[in-house]
């Protein structure tokens, strides 16, 4: 692939969109090209399914109806939009990926993670973001910032043992996986932001340009 593949992930409320705002103006005064999308979502199809998945309505679905959506969600997203992106050499920004998958449906709903990998196997080989920025916040601050956007989606509703679960799964795969990098989101937004650029200058792509 020709460009590179940034993903942010994190709890809910830990300041996500701000933070890839931040990403969009520090490629833009590199004169790189890129792509900003989300997960579930970023083509049409996927954006059905994200309405799906994301409805108070469908309170009783079951974990693995739900990883499933999620993956065929991510696989037309991938081919759709993502690899063209990046085969045209431009950069993705993606608000969510396939970690999510092992934090939200392994780590909150309890599905085991070897199923979660040969789901991810299936549909998307080997393919994996070069950088997955994990923004860290104590769950019950995550989720005070979350509530004050407004009307709560089915996963926002969930509990704070369950929010704990994926903030710890998350961290446990930062351990083992060269390409996260954990951010203290608890920290000032200039802070952060100060991190998550040095972690963008590391990339190969950029380090000739330091």
Excluded at 70 to 81: G, I
Excluded at 150 to 160: K, T
């Amino acid at each position: 692939m020709k460009g590179r593949f940034i993903t942010i992930e994190g709890v809910e409320g830990v300041g996500k969109s701000t933070n890839i705002s931040y990403i969009e103006r520090f490629l833009e005064s590199r004169d790189i090209e890129f792509v900003s999308t989300r997960e579930p979502g970023g083509t049409a199809l996927a954006e059905r399914i994200r309405d799906v998945l994301l409805d108070k309505v469908e309170s009783s679905m079951d974990p693995m109806t739900e990883l499933l959506l999620m993956f065929a969600a991510r696989k037309q997203h991938t081919e759709e939009l993502i690899k063209p992106a990046l085969e045209r050499g431009k950069w993705v920004i993606c608000d969510r990926y396939t970690d999510s998958s092992y934090a939200y449906q392994g780590g909150g709903r309890g599905l085991d993670s070897k199923i979660i990998s040969k789901v991810e196997k299936l549909t998307l080989g080997s393919f994996k973001p070069d950088l997955t920025i994990v923004l860290d916040l104590p769950v019950k601050k995550g989720l005070a910032r979350a509530g004050n956007r407004g009307e709560l989606d089915r996963f926002e509703l969930e509990s704070e043992k369950f929010f704990k679960r994926v903030r710890a799964t998350f961290l446990a795969r930062a351990k083992t996986h060269k390409r996260y990098h954990v951010i203290n989101a608890s920290r000032s937004l200039s802070a952060v932001q100060g991190k998550i650029g040095a972690a963008l200058t590391c990339l190969p792509a950029l380090r000739s340009t330091r």
